[in-house]
C-alpha cells in the first residue's frame, strides 16, 4: 500500500461549521476513521475524500 492523500470533513456536535483537514500516509479508510475518531458520539457526520494520482505518465523529476 502506498501513500495515501485524503480530505477529511467533520462535524461535530455543538459545533458551528465543520473542521477540515488533510491526511497524508500509508492507511486505509478504516484506519483513518479510527485515526481521527470518526465513529465518537460526539461527531455528527463525516466525509472522506481520496485524492488519486491516475497516471503518473510523463511526470517530470
Known amino acids: 500500500m502506498g501513500n495515501k492523500h485524503f480530505k477529511i470533513t467533520v462535524k461535530e456536535v455543538g459545533v458551528v461549521n465543520p473542521v477540515e483537514t488533510e491526511y497524508h500516509g500509508n492507511i486505509d479508510r478504516k484506519g483513518l ?29
Open 33 to 61: 476513521i479510527d485515526f481521527f475518531g470518526l465513529n465518537n458520539s460526539d461527531v455528527e457526520w463525516y466525509k472522506i475524500k481520496e485524492f488519486t494520482n491516475l497516471s503518473k505518465k510523463g511526470a517530470k523529476i
